[in-house]
């Protein structure tokens, strides 16, 4: 093990302060540095801080993969500013670093698929006025992701929190001027603010056990804690559960789901890079960095896994009744993220990571791709009019093949080992009825995004003379990002990193990870008809698209008549956003209006200080009569007074 | 002979009180309130301080009760009205009552309270002169000089007709 | 000259002078009646200064009263002066009849 130099200290914060700089630059001199349409000074600023930190991430794990090698990782302190970032009494939390296994992966997801979508940012935003507050947003984000990842303690995972959830609002009502974009904002950051309510009480609870906020004491001293049977609801339980709940609101998991469809509103890049690469993963992030405290209480993981699975197939169920290109993909992730709640769940915290990082590349690639679809047809999103757009933009349509073989769980391709492993862990640890609800939504999602596939680039085009005129492939900036994502999806799979195991052997990434859960080493389990049984479904998913949207569309009328109920719900959403609507923004907005403004702020504070000043005034009119103006009586009132005082001087 | 000078002056004193209280016309109230005066200054005579009694009778009796009169001359004042005025009765009841509480309740105290009198002492002019110009009281006196002085000013710019 | 009871007995008789004053002051309707009565009630409290100064066998009592003396001429004179404004401007000397603080 080498000695840590200044250098390796530092890294870490360049990898997390570099987004920062590149933020500040930008909103300070944005306007000045894009001079006019086509200079996009402020995108190559904005991709230069991000791909530097990938880099200098890339470097930092290189290092220091030679020295840690555990589940210790290195906590890495700020010592240049020389101040603790909260002391209060006895409650210190320094502003530390974390770097281990889990964080290294993390960090660079964020930075290199952030990267690649900075880049393709470039392309897809060219002629845009605002692009230096967009590349100024996007770098800002970066580093609060950048912050929860590697934040070394629970508040500084919250400032991340935190941030990223400002950076959604600020991203997806980037065209504030549309009316739905600026309401699709606000309802993301307060449907987070929800969950962030539960978080901060968890943090709380926490605090109360341990006695210090900091991960790595977190992750030591759990194991001392009394594991809680199921549906013993301890101070470990309440903790997870409430944790979790903060969870669900930024992973878009029931009930808090709500906002992430309406997050479409943004531009394609931030949703690709939002809602589907790092954000809505931030859920998944922490329940994984805190998996040595929820091994302990088997309620809080019964939980995660019936709410990932719930969610999972509810939202693949909505998924194949929608229009709209891109709130397909964004009800695919918020499917995909119940899929790795499920893994964390059933305990196989390592195999949730692993389908975290190969979910990042195809989802990317796919709403990439969505986003080169929609630029080929000059920002029409709805795939009724679109149609065998597959000869036309090649180089979109192969690329989002591989993405949506990597989704369906297609051998070969990323999707197929991460969800395998969750489909193995599901069934090993007993839970049958999750492993088959599990298996069918494996095969919605084949079903839903076959469909997508045949109805965007099968077929006639339906979309009309104009539009298909204006059909052109997308330039280089925003293809070289959908290959290389390609790539990634592909081979994310069974990459193998060498040397980060034990004794330098060559594992895969759950192995990497794994030491950071400090969990006891279990049996490795094979079903030998598993993965096929997988493949099974995804082909059979992807028939059914094939017989009612390619082969024989006249049995789609018969279908939908023979599933109409069905539909009718997953069309409405299950109906949460009208429920919502109307018990909670109802009785909040319009209770507060009524009761709380008219009745107590208007009525009791407003009159109290009213009538205050009328009292006031009735004493003087009663005391009036007093002053008679007869000299007279004034000197008998000075008389009395003085017969008193000395009365009482005489006799007290 | 002092017992008999000092409870004739006594008498005399209180008659001419009430007299000046009771009467109506100011002019009558003003002499009677001479004889007050100088009954008093019997009485101070008897107590032992001369010079003070001398003093009453040359400034009070002789100056304010002689301002008094130039005023009520002046004024052409005759005689008072009757009716007593608004809330006049129980003005007067009222302060009857606290006039008579007050004077009771003093009484009552100071009946036991100072026995007799010192022996002989020197009251005379001089012992007087000595005190008011001693450094005790030179200030004070000096100071109702200038007291003095501004009545005198206060008065004049008062009373003119024009400013 | 040193019978000892003149001294309680004069400052009895101050008491009542001082009595008689305070309630002139409030039977009389006349100002300048009233100012009477007041320096009424001012040579009470002089022989009351006066018998105390013999009781004490000081001279302390005895100067009091020379500066009671001194303000008290001042006072009238001010007192005064100010009654021969208030009647040039209401030709009246009716104490009932200033009344302008009402209220």
Redesign the interface.
């Known amino acids: 093990m080498h000695e840590l130099e200044a250098l390796d200290r530092v890294l870490p914060f360049a990898v997390l302060l570099l987004p920062l700089c590149g933020f500040v630059v930008l909103s300070l001199f944005g306007e000045w540095i894009k001079k006019d349409k086509e200079d996009a000074g402020a995108g190559y600023m904005a991709c230069g801080t991000v791909l530097v930190s990938f880099g200098l991430a890339a470097w930092t794990t290189a290092r220091l993969y030679g020295l840690v090698g555990g589940a210790e990782g290195l906590r890495f302190s700020q010592p240049y500013l020389g101040f603790e970032w909260i002391e209060a009494g006895g409650f210190r939390v320094p502003l530390s670093l974390l770097v281990d296994p889990l964080s290294a992966v993390m960090m660079l997801v964020v930075t290199g698929i952030g990267s690649l979508i900075h880049v393709y940012s470039l392309g897809y935003m060219a002629g845009d006025d605002d692009r230096p507050r967009f590349f100024s947003y996007l770098n800002l984000f970066t580093f609060f992701m950048l912050l929860l990842v590697l934040g070394g303690s629970l508040p500084l995972l919250f400032v991340g929190w935190e941030g990223v959830g400002l950076c959604s609002y600020l991203l997806i009502g980037f065209w504030y001027k549309k009316d739905s974009a600026s309401a699709a904002g606000l309802k993301a950051f307060v449907v987070n603010r929800i969950g962030d309510a539960g978080l901060i009480l968890g943090m709380i609870f926490i605090y109360h056990a341990f006695g210090s906020l900091d991960l790595v004491d977190i992750a030591d001293n759990a194991g001392a804690l009394a594991p809680e049977k199921l549906w013993e609801i301890g101070p470990v339980s309440v903790a997870c559960l409430l944790l979790f709940l903060g969870a669900t609101g930024k992973s878009a998991q029931i009930p808090l789901h709500v906002w992430l469809p309406d997050a479409m509103e943004g531009p394609t890049p931030v949703s690709a890079l939002i809602h589907a690469a790092t954000m809505v993963t931030a859920g998944v992030y922490m329940v994984a960095r805190l998996a040595p405290l929820y091994h302990q209480s088997a309620t809080a993981m019964l939980v995660v896994a019936v709410t990932g699975t719930v969610t999972a197939l509810m939202a693949g169920t909505i998924a194949i009744v929608q229009n709209d290109i891109k709130r397909v993909l964004a009800y695919s992730t918020v499917s995909q993220l119940g899929f790795m709640f499920l893994a964390a769940g059933v305990g196989a915290f390592g195999v949730a990571i692993f389908h975290l990082y190969t979910h990042a590349f195809f989802k990317a690639l796919l709403f990439l791709g969505s986003g080169s679809v929609i630029h080929a047809m000059s920002g029409e999103q709805d795939m009724g009019k679109m149609g065998g757009l597959r000869k036309r933009i090649p180089w979109t349509f192969w690329t989002f093949l591989a993405g949506t073989a990597a989704i369906s769980g297609i051998p070969f391709f990323a999707g197929f080992y991460s969800k395998d492993e969750i489909l193995l862990g599901a069934l090993t640890t007993g839970h049958t009825v999750l492993f088959g609800i599990a298996l069918f939504t494996a095969l919605l999602t084949a079903a839903y995004m076959a469909r997508l596939l045949f109805l965007t680039f099968f077929g006639a085009f339906r979309g009309g003379h104009d539009l298909e005129h204006h059909v052109h492939e997308s330039p280089w900036s925003m293809i070289g990002p959908l290959v290389l994502l390609a790539v990634g999806s592909t081979v994310s799979g069974y990459a193998l990193f060498p040397g980060l195991g034990e004794a330098g052997a060559r594992v895969r990434l759950p192995e990497v990870v794994q030491p950071v859960f400090r969990l006891p080493a279990e049996a490795v389990h094979h079903v030998a008809w598993l993965p096929a049984a997988a493949t099974l479904a995804a082909i059979a998913g992807g028939l059914i698209a094939w017989y009612l949207y390619l082969s024989m569309p006249e049995l789609r009328a018969s279908a939908r008549a023979a599933l109409r109920p069905a539909l009718r719900i997953f069309e409405a959403k299950y109906y949460f956003d009208t429920v919502y609507d109307a018990f909670v923004r109802r009785v909040v907005v319009e209770g507060s209006d009524a009761l709380l403004w008219r009745r107590v702020d208007a009525g009791v504070i407003d009159g109290a200080v009213n009538r205050a000043g009328t009292v006031a005034s009735a004493l003087a009119q009663a005391l ?1 009569p007093v ?7 004034y ?2 009132l000075v ?2 007074g ?2 008193a005082l ?2 009482y001087l ?1 006799w007290s | 002979m002092d017992a008999i000078l000092f409870y004739v002056s006594a008498a005399v004193a209180v008659a001419s009180a009430v007299v000046v209280i009771a009467q109506k016309s100011p002019i009558t109230s003003a002499f009677a309130l001479i004889v007050t005066l100088c009954s008093l200054s019997v009485i101070f005579g008897l107590l032992g301080s001369p010079f003070i009694a001398v003093l009453q009778v040359i400034v009070y009796a002789g100056a304010i009760m002689v301002l008094f009169l130039f005023v009520l001359m002046l004024l052409n004042v005759k005689r008072e009205e009757d009716a007593p005025g608004r809330g006049g009765r129980t003005l007067r009841g009222v302060a009857l009552a606290l006039v008579t509480l007050f004077v009771l309740q003093a009484g009552a105290v100071l009946v036991g309270a100072p026995a007799g009198s010192a022996p002989r002492f020197d009251a005379s002019t001089r012992r007087m002169a000595e005190i008011l110009f001693s450094p005790h009281f030179l200030y004070v006196f000096e100071a109702t000089s200038v007291l003095i002085l501004a009545a005198l000013v206060g008065a004049v710019v008062l009373a003119k007709k024009e400013l | 000259m040193d019978h000892p009871a003149f001294v309680q007995h004069a400052v009895l008789l101050s008491l009542v002078l001082f009595g008689l004053g305070t309630l002139g002051v409030f039977l009389r309707r006349n100002v300048i009646t009233v100012l009477m009565c007041v320096e009424l009630m001012l040579n009470g409290v002089n022989l009351a200064f006066v018998a105390f100064s013999r009781a004490a066998g000081t001279l302390d009592g005895q100067v009091l009263v020379f500066f009671v003396m001194v303000v008290a001429a001042a006072e009238a004179a001010v007192g005064l002066a100010i009654v021969i404004a208030l009647n040039r401007h209401r030709d009246t000397l009716d104490v009932d009849a200033f009344r302008l603080m009402k209220g």
């Open positions: 009036r002053q008679t103006g007869f000299v007279r009586h000197a008998l008389l009395a003085a017969v000395v009365s005489l």
